[in-house]
């Protein structure tokens, strides 16, 4: 009977200690976020940099429109889930892909985040972003529109 009684108190004491370290471990708002890495990112720009050196560290701090579910052993086309987008759909002939944007999102500075800013990344991804999207869809062949502050709409060329 003894034994039982100090095997009990024994589980007691761990499961209560276990229960103070995770509450210490527990994630708190603010801070720094601190992340160990073996390199020194040339930028923090996913869209310039795309090597594990930037993306690795990057991935933390940045949103996407969508993501592969990371609880899922193979990316695959089914896997695909929101991020910053609720949801997505092609047109008909499948040259167009609309993307409706969470509401609600802010930037560091406050400033809302709308589908002119997934406009602008898209320029970045498809040449120089200091030329205008116009010229940037003439030249490439495809490029972003804006339907609403909240929708994106991503065009591509027939081929």
């Known amino acids: 009977m003894t034994a039982k009684v100090l095997s009990l108190a024994a589980i ?33 720009s996913t869209l310039e940099e ?4 930037t993306v ?10 969508v993501i592969f579910d990371q609880h899922t052993p193979q990316n695959t086309l089914q896997s695909i889930v929101p991020d910053l987008a609720t949801r997505w759909s092609w047109n008909e002939d499948g040259t167009e892909l609309t993307f409706r944007l969470r509401e609600g999102v802010r930037w560091h500075d406050g400033q ?7 406009q602008c990344s898209w ?3 498809l040449g120089n972003p200091l030329r205008s999207s116009a ?11 804006i339907g609403s502050p909240q929708t994106a709409i991503t065009r591509r060329l027939s081929i």
Request: aromatic share 4%; glycine share 8%; no cysteine.
């Open 12 to 44: 007691g004491v761990l499961v209560l200690s276990w229960i103070g370290v995770a509450t210490a471990l527990a994630q708190k708002p603010g801070g720094v976020l601190q992340i160990a890495h073996r390199d020194s990112p040339a930028s923090m």
């Open 56 to 65: 690795a560290p990057m991935m933390a701090a940045f949103n996407n429109l």
């Open 112 to 118: 809302t985040f709308t589908a002119k800013d997934v």
């Open 123 to 125: 320029d970045m991804l």
């Open 135 to 145: 010229s940037t869809r003439a030249n490439r062949g495809t490029g972003t529109s």
């Open 50 to 53: 795309v090597t594990i050196s």
